[in-house]
């Protein structure tokens, strides 16, 4: 069994505890290094017979922060460390005619290949679309995304791709459900109710079998976006290949406009630091790419992190979940408002 798919394995029977809080169970130790994603080698080559590396990371459940991914080796500056392809990912309403339908990637109207209103870069991707597409073209949308655009939601169009996904059998039900979820108020729920009526009846007038749809209850709409809420990134294309520092780290302020939004499995797992060592970029698509912001090696001594178990593992790897421009104050109440936790990290403990 591949390391990821161990992980999908054990979320169908534990929840993963909270990447902010401390594991509630001493007794459970995940530590694995993906295979699931790949790198770019020290001499930028990649030998023919040997494959994709395994990138140099593991994930681990920690004392102090739950879930955490940590060096397994020294990663220099500017290092890919890993790739990563989204489990679902959506366009942004606003962008529908100018990305691809499927990779999200920046539309050439001359070589596209056009669906029912939406266009795909290639035959390719248009051929990957039907895990979903073959589903949701049975369907009228109008009201599910007049919804989405008069509310200002994008979260509840990852569900409906994601629905669409396990009705077509391409994915569980339950695949989100090793990460995380926000803490929703009762309000909140109230709110969802919507979406998830206006999605399953859409799904039901288009003929869509009750055996293919018993999933879709009120309490997995809810727990989905309740995933998707904390742990959706929002995918900036920036304009060329970012190698080198400077304009790595000023890749996600200059990029274009947003083109949507993606969910990922190990990226999920980084936690969050205001002075980050690692950045998540993405080029031309929605494939994303992890990137080492500084020097990073197997071991520093403060920053290790005792594991469950006892024993210690390398660097933490965090890449920023805001804009680590903002004000001290700002980033405080972003994070709390929108990811539920309080920073500790160095910046904020003094107040920078």
Request: aromatic share 8%; net charge neutral.
């Amino acid at each position: 069994m591949s390391p990821l798919a161990f992980v999908l394995t054990l979320s169908c029977y534990r929840r993963w505890p909270s990447r902010f809080s401390t594991p509630y169970s001493h007794n459970l130790l995940v530590l694995f290094s993906s295979t699931a994603t790949t790198i770019t080698p020290p001499n930028g080559k990649e030998s023919p017979s040997s494959g994709p590396a395994p990138p140099p990371i593991r994930v681990a459940l920690t004392e102090s922060t739950g879930r955490a991914v940590f060096a397994t080796r020294r990663i220099g500056a500017g290092d890919t460390i890993h790739t990563a392809k989204p489990i679902v990912s959506h366009p942004s309403l606003s962008a529908i005619t100018t990305v691809c339908y499927f990779c999200l990637k920046k539309i050439n109207a001359v070589t596209a290949s056009q669906s029912q209103g939406v266009s795909f870069c290639s035959e390719n991707c248009k051929e990957s679309s039907k895990v979903f597409y073959d589903v949701e073209k049975k369907a009228d949308w109008l009201a599910f995304d007049d919804y989405c655009r008069t509310q200002g939601l994008k979260y509840p169009l990852l569900v409906k791709r994601l629905a669409c996904m396990v009705i077509s059998g391409a994915a569980p039900a339950g695949i989100l459900d090793i990460l995380q979820p926000a803490n929703l108020t009762q309000g909140m729920i109230l709110k969802m109710e919507e979406g998830f009526h206006l999605l399953r009846n859409a799904l039901v007038k288009a003929n869509i079998g009750d055996e293919h749809m018993s999933f879709l209850t009120k309490q997995w709409y809810t727990d989905v976006l309740a995933r998707i809420r904390i742990n959706a990134f929002r995918i900036e294309l920036a304009a060329g290949v970012y190698e080198d520092l400077l304009s790595l780290a000023s890749a996600s302020i200059e990029a274009e406009a947003a083109v949507g939004n993606a969910i990922y499995m190990l990226p999920s797992f980084y936690n969050h630091d205001c002075d980050p060592n690692t950045h998540i970029v993405w080029i031309e698509n929605a494939d994303a790419k992890l990137k080492a912001l500084r020097d990073i090696d197997e071991g520093i001594p403060r920053l290790r992190m005792k594991l469950v178990v006892g024993n210690v593992v390398g660097e933490e790897l965090r890449i920023c979940y805001i804009d680590a421009s903002m004000s001290c104050d700002a980033r405080e109440s972003l994070l709390s408002q929108g990811f539920g936790f309080k920073c500790n990290c160095l910046r904020c403990m003094s107040g920078d």
